[in-house]
């Protein structure tokens, strides 16, 4: 039955991207993130559809009367950087064949993520995507959320397996990012049944990333906090909204979540982390020898045998900096800090100008918002090894698009906007974008933006 749903569900969509190819983004990253097929137990498992998607997304971009040019900020630009070095290690790679199958599946979410670049050019398309991508990770957090609960947090959440989340740690790491994303979808509800809702979503999602026991994924949801008050207009209201959450989900964890945590101090006794530990030696040496790393999957017992300080501890790298120096070299390991920090500071920017522009002064909150997703994801991938989560590369497209509209609007030049004046109903205002293929219409700059 799921995989009568699921193909229903894409298929029938089909016809919408035809006509309008930036909804095919939408499907394309509910796909990817979601992973809704691999709920299921028959055919769908192994049907492409994301391969189905992109492909008539493609085709209805050729032929649609879309602007068909990439947004180039600083941002893509050291993007697709990073992609050109990651075909050139790949030639150089230790292990040519597998890596050559790793950087296949790279390269395909990099080409949609360039795609993104193209046709999310106004914030309701912008605000889409962040609803779709907070929502398909939020799914996993809203039943993990329940399953915690009812489960007094004995057992770990786990992600849909064969997905880049399907261990504990990763399910961790995305649902701490999704959870601030849900806190700003909240903010756009009107309705007060709807506001309830999505509170109790956030707060499920905060159980169910706490539920996975990961080291990592609490290190996000600590440092997301510390940020979180910092930018906090009311720190004292916050403190205590925050110490009062701590304080619940504290006494609600088992004695086995705290005696997990605790290794985090404790790590010299620790096997697994002792293992990290190898795994990242054995990545700087690698990184030392060879300029162009080691390429895609290299993390093998050879590998290991020549650059590691216990060659017979053999594991995954399990760190997004480690990954990417090993496999890529110190070049690549530059571009990727440069992307990351770039997209942070084009966050903070456009979070600032948006705040003195009445009417998208929401997206200052959705930029704030996709600033803790990043400092969840830099916190958590400090231990987990998801340096080509598409969900990271998502939330550098939301923030490229955005910065580039607001620049639009303080040079003077005209934003396409969908439809500013929406009727009032579930969503008092407008406050959730239309994923009906509405025609766009230009919007004049807003005059005294500042510069």
Request: charged share 15%; proline share 5%.
């Amino acid at each position: 039955m799921r995989d009568i749903v699921v193909t229903i569900a894409v298929f029938g969509m089909l016809p919408f991207i035809l006509r309008t190819p930036w909804i095919g983004i939408l499907v394309f990253t509910w796909l990817s993130l979601m992973n809704p097929h691999r709920l299921a137990y028959g055919f769908s498992l192994s049907f492409p559809f994301a391969m189905i998607v992109a492909l008539t997304t493609l085709v209805a971009l050729l032929f649609s009367k879309e602007i068909k040019k990439i947004i180039w900020t600083r941002e893509s630009i050291i993007l697709a950087l990073f992609v050109i070095w990651m075909c050139i290690t790949t030639t150089q790679a230790i292990y040519p064949a597998d890596a050559q199958i790793q950087l296949d599946k790279v390269l395909k979410i990099q080409l949609m993520i360039f795609v993104a670049l193209m046709i999310m050019r106004s914030f309701d398309r912008i605000e889409a995507l962040v609803w779709v991508s907070a929502a398909s990770i939020g799914f996993y957090g809203f039943k993990g959320g329940i399953f915690t609960i009812l489960r007094g947090g004995v057992f770990r959440v786990q992600g849909p397996p064969g997905t880049f989340i399907g261990g504990n740690n990763e399910i961790g790491l995305a649902l701490a990012m999704t959870v601030p994303l849900l806190y700003f979808m909240r903010s756009r509800a009107a309705n007060p049944l709807l506001r309830l809702f999505l509170t109790t979503w956030v707060v499920l999602t905060a159980f169910a990333a706490i539920g996975t026991q990961s080291r990592g994924a609490m290190l996000g949801m600590a440092s997301m906090t510390v940020f979180i008050w910092l930018n906090s207009r009311k720190k004292i209201q916050t403190a205590i909204l925050l110490a009062v959450t701590g304080y619940a989900i504290a006494n609600f964890m088992p004695q086995s979540w705290y005696d997990r945590m605790s290794t985090i101090e404790t790590h010299e006794e620790d096997k697994s982390a002792q293992g990290r530990v190898n795994a990242w030696w054995t990545s700087f040496n690698m990184a030392n020898d060879r300029i162009f790393g080691g390429g895609f999957e290299c993390w093998k017992r050879q590998v290991f045998a020549m650059y590691a300080p216990d060659p017979t501890n053999v594991r995954d790298v399990h760190s997004v900096v480690f990954e990417v120096l090993g496999e890529h070299g110190y070049i690549g390991l530059g571009l990727f800090f440069a992307l990351g920090l770039c997209t942070w500071l084009s966050a903070g920017w456009s979070a600032r100008r948006a705040r003195k522009m009445p009417d998208i002064a929401w997206v200052a909150d959705m930029m704030r918002m996709v600033q803790v997703s990043l400092i969840a994801y830099a916190t958590a991938g400090l231990f987990l090894g998801l340096a080509y989560f598409d969900y990271y590369y998502t939330l550098i497209v939301v923030v490229v698009a955005t910065t580039w509209l607001i620049r639009q609007r303080i040079a003077g030049l005209p934003d396409v906007d969908w439809a500013r004046a929406r009727p009032a109903g579930l969503f008092a205002g407008g406050r959730i974008p239309r994923l009906w293929p509405w025609k766009p219409r230009l919007q004049p700059a807003q005059p005294g933006a500042p510069g």
